[in-house]
């Protein structure tokens, strides 16, 4: 199998072709053996060193992507916003070039500036890989939280399903991501919270179907959502985006064990972290059978090394 494309640099999933996005979930489900020690790493990338240029804090996203470097015999430089000559006011570009000018095989970029990284990648040459910019894509966190959704649902023909995304949709670039992904592939997408979170406008995002109709779709109410979903995308409140809650968001958004219940039998409950355990969902929904929120953490792994060896080996 070969997925490498001429396609250089991932900014984004809005314009991803179907054959690419499974392309890559067909490589990444052929890493998870080595993502889970049951098979040796690979060494396609040696050689290489990947640039983790991370200006907003991260978990997950950055230690996933080294990790995956490593397991495919790259090395990795991780330069942090905090501790990065950004902090002296150098500007995103200045920074990039200057990181490129030391022989650098790709950028992963993580900025809380919308964009930041179509604009990276119209002033370097190296493949620059958008690890979430502002409110705009995170284009692996959708392609992996897509891999997980299709793993649980065993196949990845997402025609006829119904996808709910809840909670801060309006600061989210996860969502954003998810969304052209999974109506990529067929499913329909149910953005749900309160009226602040959810503009109407998100129906607008992506196209129509065969018959005229939006994929997109918008409810305030999780209760009447909940027994046509195939899954729960539990995102996080972005209070430092600037979300504004009311004391009763958990009561009318929150997941819990009661709402899950109300889940058909199959569906799972997803959230890409970091959790507000309690807001978002109560933490025995985090942690109980339905969630797949760990399996999101290992699949984004096998992405990632999906994601490198597309833009990096040949
Ligand atoms: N899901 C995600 O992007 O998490 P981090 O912010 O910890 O990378």
Redesign the pocket.
Do not use: W
């Given at each position: 199998m070969d997925t490498r494309t001429t396609t250089r640099h991932l900014l984004g999933l809005r314009d991803m072709p179907k054959s690419r996005i499974l392309g890559l979930l067909e490589a990444a489900e052929s890493y998870l053996p080595v993502v889970k020690g049951q098979a040796s790493p690979h060494d396609d990338l040696q050689g290489h060193i990947i640039a983790n240029l991370f200006l907003e804090?991260?978990?997950?996203?950055?230690v996933s992507f080294s990790v995956a470097a490593q397991r495919l015999g790259a090395t990795t430089i991780d330069l942090l916003g905090s501790t990065s000559s950004a902090s002296k006011g150098e500007t995103l570009v200045d920074t990039g070039r200057n990181i490129e000018a030391m022989g650098v095989s790709a950028i992963v970029l993580?900025t809380s500036a919308s964009g930041g990284a179509h604009l990276l990648a119209q002033h370097v040459d190296v493949p620059v890989i958008n690890?979430?910019d502002g409110r705009s894509e995170?284009p692996t966190?959708g392609l992996l939280d897509t891999m997980a959704l299709t793993q649980h649902l065993g196949t990845t023909d997402l025609e006829g399903r119904t996808i709910g995304i809840v909670g801060d949709i309006a600061h989210s670039r996860?969502a954003r991501s998810a969304a052209y992904a999974l109506t990529t592939l067929g499913a329909d997408v149910v953005f749900i919270g309160p009226p602040a979170m959810v503009p109407g406008s998100m129906t607008e995002l992506t196209g129509h179907d065969s018959d005229g109709q939006s994929v997109l779709h918008v409810s305030h109410d999780l209760d009447a959502a909940l027994p046509h979903l195939d899954a729960a995308m539990m995102l996080r409140v972005q209070f430092e985006r600037g979300a504004n809650i009311t004391s009763d968001y958990a009561a009318h958004f929150g997941m819990n064990a009661e709402r899950a219940k109300r889940m058909p039998e199959h569906a799972c409950i997803m959230h890409?972290?970091?959790i507000n355990r309690g807001l978002e969902l109560t933490p025995d929904v985090a942690d109980g059978s339905r969630s797949v929120i760990l399996r999101q953490v290992t699949c984004s792994v096998a992405m990632r090394m999906a994601v490198l060896f597309e833009q990096l080996a040949h």
């Amino acid at each position: 199998m070969d997925t490498r494309t001429t396609t250089r640099h991932l900014l984004g999933l809005r314009d991803m072709p179907k054959s690419r996005i499974l392309g890559l979930l067909e490589a990444a489900e052929s890493y998870l053996p080595v993502v889970k020690g049951q098979a040796s790493p690979h060494d396609d990338l040696q050689g290489h060193i990947i640039a983790n240029l991370f200006l907003e804090n991260s978990t997950r996203t950055r230690v996933s992507f080294s990790v995956a470097a490593q397991r495919l015999g790259a090395t990795t430089i991780d330069l942090l916003g905090s501790t990065s000559s950004a902090s002296k006011g150098e500007t995103l570009v200045d920074t990039g070039r200057n990181i490129e000018a030391m022989g650098v095989s790709a950028i992963v970029l993580r900025t809380s500036a919308s964009g930041g990284a179509h604009l990276l990648a119209q002033h370097v040459d190296v493949p620059v890989i958008n690890a979430g910019d502002g409110r705009s894509e995170h284009p692996t966190q959708g392609l992996l939280d897509t891999m997980a959704l299709t793993q649980h649902l065993g196949t990845t023909d997402l025609e006829g399903r119904t996808i709910g995304i809840v909670g801060d949709i309006a600061h989210s670039r996860v969502a954003r991501s998810a969304a052209y992904a999974l109506t990529t592939l067929g499913a329909d997408v149910v953005f749900i919270g309160p009226p602040a979170m959810v503009p109407g406008s998100m129906t607008e995002l992506t196209g129509h179907d065969s018959d005229g109709q939006s994929v997109l779709h918008v409810s305030h109410d999780l209760d009447a959502a909940l027994p046509h979903l195939d899954a729960a995308m539990m995102l996080r409140v972005q209070f430092e985006r600037g979300a504004n809650i009311t004391s009763d968001y958990a009561a009318h958004f929150g997941m819990n064990a009661e709402r899950a219940k109300r889940m058909p039998e199959h569906a799972c409950i997803m959230h890409p972290g970091p959790i507000n355990r309690g807001l978002e969902l109560t933490p025995d929904v985090a942690d109980g059978s339905r969630s797949v929120i760990l399996r999101q953490v290992t699949c984004s792994v096998a992405m990632r090394m999906a994601v490198l060896f597309e833009q990096l080996a040949h």
